[in-house]
């Protein structure tokens, strides 16, 4: 148990200082590519031999990203744009970034517009069509020319060879992190809510397969220890992030454990599968094309709602909680839907709001701990 | 503007009134082919009107009945009923106001009343809420949705595979369309409808471009509500034939010296934005009191969609406001402001519409240096009453206004 308890300090030591491992990749000569949401092609960055960067902004206020943003747009564009603009970010070569929702798309054109001399953006357009031959053509045409732009940020030459060595490694780190999700999940007394979530961070401040290395080595660890609930009571996350300090400690306090979560920044990224065969910019574009059951990608028969349900029944889980975050349109349009869906399914649902900005989180605490007696 | 709508009643054979007559029409034909058993829809206003307009579909335009709801006076009611459903405050307007009318399937006074849909026709060229909210439709009323997915376009131009990827959509969705309503597509009235709505776009370009006179012939806020007409119905020859009404009005006015702005033109301006419809007469008087006249809008010269084949048109869908990106959007405003001869820009930050206002800040500072005009900003909405406040406008609008007659008088 030790030993464990040693391997999550080493995650938590890398997902608590970004901007040492920025430092550290650098320093060995390594370019360093952001990478802000949502599901783009990371495995281009790591073909081309660099390291990518999670970009999904940061705890604090928003300053100089006031004068892009007015107050109503999410903290992770105003915070990642602020990353850019106060300079936290010059040591990156280039920002790839999706457009998948109103306020990304505004944010690329701010990111150019404040950063985008120093960090060139690497604009990622994807279909929300994504079920006809013609949304997965747009996307390999899409993926093509952000094939390019990574070569010319990373002064490299992306070959088949090695991109389909990436994606077979991110193909096995995705199944690792599935594991490790529900391992995690039914050992709350071994991994703590705050210590889940810094494994998942970690994996955004450096190489997968560094990353995967440590995880498969605490998977086996995690699968020597049984199953132990303890006086933890099984929950669902739905939303776009968790890893707000105090909403971790909040979870942890009130004796929750995360057997599965909906979360953009988890498992919706982990979901992703690609086929290792064939050409690989198809094989990437069909994987993200493949992508569903989620509030930012086009889904017409709005199977997110069940998907949340369905998570909920087959973990066991008692409760859902919707980490709402702040000023999301995608996200504030399916909740009510969830939130009644699990209703009907008699599972206890609460929305909390989260935003990277927010000083205190006094109601959460009260919503944490009514919510907390409804799952008894 | 009071004095405006009595001129109109007085005379109903004016382009306004022809203009107002075909966007009511357009409700009560949906009304009419319901109650024939016809299947009508909803309809986001930048899904290619072309479409439904050669299937001879009815539609209706939610986001149309929104404004009017707002505009007459019932968009603080709609959107708190939707806040009622558990929707937060913080989504657009109109969808809030639309996702309501979907529940109660009537307005609070009749404001604008619409015939419920058998599907919905959705096209997420001007924003990504668009798409949820028509999968709320959908979901809500359990009715088939059709999208046409127009990504957002970081570049200046259209490419190819955007081109493409409209296209095969544009088949997609006439086969869906054509299987829900049994209609069927007709090349013949596609080219026809085609040509009608050229002829459209032209006669509105030409008619917004009379606000380049100096004095000019109209009021530039008259044109907030000609749009939806320009944008919804330009397939429509009645919509052809009115807008070309309306030049010869204009014509009219600039021989006689005459304009329905009625007070002297002591400024002429940008307004950037969607119109605060629930505060109308508030946003428009401390201008008309200053002598402010909007001369430039992005509507003109946006909506105005000239092509002359399917490809054109495919990348006119993906070259509306809001698709297009930073640099093309300030080249938009930057020739309207040209065209229009203005002496400042008034943007409006608005709540509701996320995309819009999120590179409107940058989109400000870039006209203000290129053009070397006061911009200003104010905070409003386009439907939700509660985000506007009349002190701060009128302060804005007075700080702005100072900044004009100041560089009015440096350039005596
Ligand atoms: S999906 Fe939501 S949280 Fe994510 S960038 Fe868009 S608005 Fe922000």
Redesign the pocket.
């Given at each position: 148990m030790a030993d464990i308890q040693k391997q999550l300090n080493a995650f938590t030591e890398i997902a608590q200082n970004p901007a040492k491992q920025l430092d550290k990749y650098v320093d060995a000569g390594k370019r360093v590519i952001g990478v802000a949401?949502?599901y783009t092609p990371e495995e281009l960055v790591d073909a081309a031999g660099a390291v990518p960067f999670g970009v999904w902004g940061m705890q604090g206020p928003a300053d100089e990203a006031r004068q892009y943003f007015a107050p109503f747009y999410?903290s992770?564009?105003q915070m990642s744009l602020e990353m850019g603009l106060n300079h936290t970010l010059d040591k990156l070569s280039g920002l790839m970034c999706s457009a998948?929702?109103?306020?990304?798309k505004g944010?690329t054109q701010n990111w150019k517009a404040g950063n985008g001399e120093r960090i060139p953006l690497i604009f990622v357009s994807q279909p929300q069509n994504r079920f006809s031959p013609a949304g997965l053509k747009y996307t390999v045409d899409s993926y093509k020319e952000v094939k390019e732009k990574v070569q010319e940020c990373c002064g490299a030459i992306i070959d088949d060879d090695a991109l389909f060595d990436s994606i077979r490694l991110y193909n096995k780190w995705r199944k690792a992190m599935r594991k490790f999700i529900s391992l995690a999940g039914q050992r709350p007394t071994v991994v703590s809510v705050p210590q889940r979530s810094d494994v998942i961070e970690a994996s955004y401040f450096m190489p997968k397969a560094e990353h995967l290395a440590m995880l498969k080595d605490l998977n086996e660890a995690l699968e020597a220890v049984d199953p132990d609930m303890g006086d933890f009571s099984p929950v669902v996350l739905s939303g776009?992030y968790e890893n707000i300090p105090d909403i971790l400690r909040m979870l942890q306090e009130n004796r929750i454990s995360v057997v599965a979560d909906d979360l953009?920044k988890e498992s919706r990224t982990f979901a992703m599968e690609v086929s290792e065969e064939g050409d690989p910019i198809t094989a990437l574009a069909a994987g993200f094309c493949g992508m569903g059951n989620d509030s930012?990608l086009y889904d017409p028969k709005k199977n997110h709602i069940h998907h949340v349900v369905d998570l909920a029944k087959e973990n066991g889980a008692k409760g859902v909680i919707i980490l709402l975050?702040q000023?999301?349109?995608?996200?504030e349009f399916d909740a009510p839907f969830i939130t009644s869906a699990c209703e009907d399914a008699g599972i206890p649902c609460v929305t909390i709001g989260i935003d990277q900005s927010t000083e205190t989180y006094e109601q959460a605490r009260t919503q944490f701990e009514s919510f907390k007696d409804l799952l008894k | 503007m009071a004095e405006q709508e009595k001129t109109q009643k007085k005379d109903h054979s004016g382009a306004k009134y022809v203009i107002r007559a075909i966007a009511a029409k357009a409700y009560q034909d949906a009304y009419d082919a319901k109650a024939r058993g016809e299947k009508v829809g909803w309809c986001a206003s930048n899904f290619p009107q072309e479409i439904p307009e050669t299937l001879g579909l009815h539609v209706v335009y939610p986001e149309n009945q929104a404004a009017a709801i707002a505009a007459r006076g019932a968009g603080g009611t709609m959107c708190e009923h939707c806040e009622g459903l558990g929707f937060s405050n913080d989504l657009c307007a109109y969808s809030r106001i639309s996702m309501a009318y979907a529940d109660l399937t009537k307005c609070p006074n009749g404001e604008q009343d619409m015939p419920m849909p058998d599907f919905v026709l959705c096209c997420d060229n001007i924003c990504d809420c668009m798409f949820k909210w028509y999968e709320n439709l959908s979901q809500k009323l359990n009715i088939p949705l059709i999208m046409i997915d127009i990504p957002y376009n970081d570049k200046f131009e259209v490419d190819e595979k955007r081109t493409e990827y409209i296209r095969a959509q544009f088949i997609d969705a006439i086969k869906q369309l054509e299987d829900i309503t049994g209609k069927k597509w007709d090349d013949d009235r596609f080219k026809k409808v085609m040509a009608i709505s050229q002829r459209t776009a032209r006669a509105w370009l030409k008619a917004a471009s009379y606000c380049n006179y100096v004095p000019s012939p109209l009021n530039g806020f008259d044109l907030f509500n000609h749009m939806a007409v320009a944008v919804c119905a330009r397939g429509k020859e009645e919509s052809a034939e009115a807008f070309e009404q309306l030049c010869a009005e204009y014509e009219q006015s600039v021989k006689d010296h005459k304009s329905t702005w009625k007070v002297p033109e002591e400024h002429r301006i940008l307004f950037e934005g969607i119109a605060c419809w629930p505060y109308l007469r508030a946003t428009s008087t401390p201008l008309k009191e200053a002598g402010a006249n909007v001369t430039a809008t992005v509507y003109a010269n946006a909506f105005g969609v000239l092509y002359n084949n399917t490809n054109e048109l495919m990348q006119a869908y993906a070259n509306v406001p809001n698709c297009v990106n930073l640099e093309r959007a300030v080249k938009n405003r930057e020739d309207a402001c040209l065209d229009g001869k203005v002496d400042g820009a008034l943007i409006h930050i608005n709540r509701s519409c996320k995309l819009w206002s999120s590179i409107a800040p940058e989109m400000g500072r870039r006209i203000e240096n290129d053009l070397h005009i006061p911009v200003v900003m104010f905070d409003g909405d386009q439907a939700d009453p509660r985000n506007f406040s009349e002190a701060q406008y009128d302060t804005r609008v007075q700080g702005f206004v100072e900044v004009m007659n100041n560089n009015k008088k440096k350039g005596e």
């Open positions: 949401p949502y999410c992770i564009c998948l929702c109103d306020t990304l944010f776009i953009a930012i975050a000023f999301c349109d995608p996200e | -």
